[in-house]
């Protein structure tokens, strides 16, 4: 049997036990993990007032500087924050704001964000209503099978924009072709399709979306947007021009896109029976490879950051969530590939005591509503001074990823068995499993640089792996 992790052997001069916290957290008591997610949950809400009705801001988002999508991302994690701690206090905000966002045709196609929605920013809030399948989330407002169409939905308008009149395939970043960015086949974009499809296959056992995953992978690493081929280091790279026919990668490299495909190979994994062995191994190069966002500094052990642009401190609003993304799906790896359990825990672990150490309490000022808000860089042994949604949810991520092995895997449809979920030899837009739609011709196209105007940063900012996390392979 193939057995990724046989070794870890951690290169550092301190320990996260010494990290001191704010936010009191020890990485091995569930009561602590769930009291530190509670703090920080509570400052993040704190951020949105969509649901108050004297807020101008729209229901289910939030104000400037935050993109659309970066909610969707923040509904997902809240609905994280329920399955792993118990605490349904925001259930009934997270499920309304999800609902206010759907839009008539129920793909997360809304009429106010045409002109400026992207192919990443729709797969952020169909992620959310996927991990809401999975999670079997309710709430008076919306039963469980509420939120199934609403990913498959999103994902018959993904498959339907896969683009063979350029680069042989891929997704281009934009939807709009009147948008910057529409000539940009992009990570973001297509790694989200890619997680979705894998995430859907394992759902439903069709093998329709399986096919349509393996499709996207062998997309990307065809044009060399993650490097997954014989002896490959597993970089995932940031996009390539289509008006070049996708020949030159533009290799920035962020720790969002690199966790998502993580993701979907570790769904893969678990999904499959007789073709999980490719997927598996995906996922292990992916998790060895994501050395590359472990600060490699003296006073940090195995903690993460963003190397594009943290060090510089030029991170925009996008940026500074990205690292939430990464602690979300190396949390999902630890539990769909047993096999990669202790060396993605014990990234989390280190970096959830370094984060816990980078909040401060009674902000005030600060950015939250009093209570406790948390910074960006989580290795400089303290509150750096840096606040927002990004920030907060970052440590909530992190924090309350450690319990993803004590709670119950996401679910698969009833009558679903994971293991024998195999491609199928075509790959059409599945409409069979969507069902009516309702309001079908409507929503508009737009694309925009919604979160993407924050993902170009530095033309070629290429991150060195360093020697952080020595990994031996088994």
Known sequence: MYIPWATIQLLATVSWLSVASAIPLDVNDEASIKQAASTIAHGLMSYYTGNQSSSPVAEGTFPAPYYWWEAGAVWGAMIDYWHYTNDSTYNDVVAQALLSQISPTE???????????????QFFWAAAAMTAAERNFSTPLAPPSRWLPLATRAFSDLAQRWDTSTCGGGLRWQISPSNNGYGYKNTAANGGFFQLAARLARYTGNGTYAAWASRSWDWMAGVGLVDAGAGGSYAVYDGTQDAQNCSQVNELSFSY???????????????????????????????????????PFPNASLVMYEPACEPQASCNADQLSFKAYLARWLAAAAQLVPDLTDAALALLRHSAAAAAGACVGGAG????????????????????????VGQQLSA???????????RSPPDVAAGVDVSVVAASETVPVPTATLGPRPGAGGAGSGGGALGGAGREGPAKWVVGLGVVVAVVLG
């Open 365 to 388: 000022g600060m950015g939250t509503a009093g209570g406790v808000t948390c910074g960006q860089k989580w290795y400089v042994g303290g509150f750096d001074g840096s606040v927002g």
């Open 396 to 406: 909530l991520e992190v924090v309350q990823g450690l319990l993803v092995v004590q």
């Open 107 to 121: 793909d997360f196609m809304p009429p106010a964000e045409a002109g400026q929605e992207g192919n990443d920013d």
């Open 257 to 295: 896109t690199h966790g998502m495909l993580l993701a979907g190979c570790a769904a893969l994994a678990n999904a499959t029976n007789s073709d999980s062995a490719p997927w598996a191994s995906r996922a292990a190069g992916l998790l060895a490879a994501s050395a590359r966002f472990v600060a």
